[in-house]
Antibody
Framework: QVQLVESGGGVVQPGGSLRLSCAAS????????MHWVRQAPGKGLEWVAF????????DYADSVKGRFTISRDNSKSTLYLQMTYLRTEDTALYYC??????????????WGQGTMVTVSS | DIQMTQSPSTLSASVGDRVTITCRAS??????LAWYQQKPGKAPNLLIY???SLESGVPSRFSGSGSGTEFTLTISSLQPDDFATYYC????????FGQGTKVEIK
């Protein structure tokens, strides 16, 4: 079945780095745009980053621009989020999510279960 | 940036009630709006896309309407499984979520 599985979360000190992964299965990963969305404990959803199906275009929320890098390896059906210069306010559950439609700005129809990132000294 | 504002933030209702949640965009987004349901400890689940299109597998008691800057999600007859938090999302320009509406048991 269509599935996204995140990994790589953990506890990191402020200023540290972490790389998240999202393994996709059950669909043609290389055809769809992919996103990272986060949710701080007890808070709402915040879009973080997007990569076009081929990785040629990437967008970031202002809150992470210059610190986070989204990438993908279509040969491995895997999405990544490299997070650097982490701040306490980056503490959240990080979800990867799939575009609903090929080649257009769309809603997100498939979500992973999330991986928790805690930034604390 | 496009801001999305949901109201109310919390809604108390009973099983069988008709429930309406409103979402307002800070500028026109045409019909590029989605609604998600999220239950505690779970990922969001897509209910409605393009303002009024029902995602496959979603019960028909859920419906969406609106265009431009004002949108509504309606649950025609609230069921026990519907107590959850609901988020709107615009995807006209980048992607922005509303702050959420928690539907709780009255």
């Amino acid at each position: 079945q269509v599935q996204l599985v995140e990994s790589g979360g953990g506890v990191v000190q402020p200023g540290g780095s972490l790389r998240l992964s999202c393994a996709a299965s059950g669909f043609t990963f290389g055809s769809y745009g992919m996103h990272w969305v986060r949710q701080a404990p007890g808070k709402g959803l915040e879009w973080v980053a997007f990569t076009r199906y081929d990785g040629s275009n990437k967008d970031y929320a202002d809150s992470v621009k210059g610190r986070f890098t989204i990438s993908r390896d279509n040969s491995k059906s895997t999405l990544y989020l490299q997070m650097t210069y982490l701040r306490t306010e980056d503490t959240a559950l990080y979800y990867c999510a799939k575009d609903q439609v090929v080649g257009a700005s769309t809603a997100f129809d498939i979500w992973g279960q999330g991986t928790m990132v805690t930034v604390s000294s | 940036d496009i801001q999305m504002t949901q109201s109310p933030s919390t809604l108390s209702a009973s099983v069988g009630d008709r429930v309406t949640i409103t979402c307002r965009a800070s500028q026109s987004i045409s019909t590029w709006l989605a609604w998600y349901q999220q239950k505690p400890g779970k990922a969001p689940n897509l209910l409605i896309y393009k303002a009024s299109s029902l995602e496959s597998g979603v019960p028909s008691r859920f419906s969406g309407s609106g265009s431009g800057t004002e949108f509504t999600l309606t649950i025609s007859s609230l069921q026990p499984d519907d107590f959850a938090t609901y988020y709107c999302q615009q995807y006209n320009t980048y992607w922005t979520f509303g702050q959420g509406t928690k539907v709780e048991i009255k």
